[in-house]
């Protein structure tokens, strides 16, 4: 079973930056593909930010050119770099990740149907 943790969340004003980090432990049945989500008050869950194997993004258009994702696989880590952030990006962030056989790649999909396993949340306020 994967566990992941995410760390790094908290309270900034608009314009400023926090830096999330995820990390997967456990058994994990071939090549992990992770992914950053999140849920703000009253909205659905959506994905943000994902990573393919080869090293290319996929960002949801309201973050693209503030977060970037990236990934230590050695480390089983994932991070997220929030920079220019704004009372809209106020949620909980949530670590994703699924497994595929070790001989694929991972696809950087934003659809959390995709997703099996999840981490806890850390929570992102943001005030203006």
């Known amino acids: 079973q994967v566990q992941l943790v995410e760390s790094g969340g908290g309270s900034v004003q608009s314009g400023?930056?926090?830096?999330?980090?995820?990390?997967a432990s456990g058994y994990i049945p071939g090549r992990l593909c992770m992914g950053w989500f999140?849920?703000?008050p009253g909205k659905s869950r959506e994905g943000i930010?994902?990573?393919?194997?080869?090293?290319?993004t996929n960002y949801v258009d309201s973050v693209k050119g503030r977060f970037t994702i990236s990934q230590d696989n050695a480390k089983r880590t994932l991070?997220?770099?929030m920079n220019s952030l704004n009372p809209e990006d106020t949620a909980m962030y949530y670590c994703a990740a699924f497994t595929?056989?070790?001989e694929h790649d991972c696809r950087p999909v934003l659809d959390t149907k995709?997703?099996?396993y999840w981490g806890q949340?850390?929570?992102?306020?943001?005030?203006?």
């Not at 400023?16 to 990390?23: D, I, R, W």
């Not at 930010?49 to 290319?56: E, F, K, L, R």
């Not at 949340?121 to 203006?128: D, F, I, L, M, P």
């Open 16 to 23: 400023g930056s926090l830096s999330l980090s995820c990390v």
């Open 38 to 40: 999140r849920q703000g």
């Open 49 to 56: 930010a994902t990573i393919a194997s080869s090293g290319s």
């Open 79 to 81: 991070y997220l770099q």
């Open 100 to 102: 595929v056989p070790i």
């Open 114 to 116: 995709g997703y099996k």
């Open 121 to 128: 949340g850390t929570q992102v306020t943001v005030s203006s």
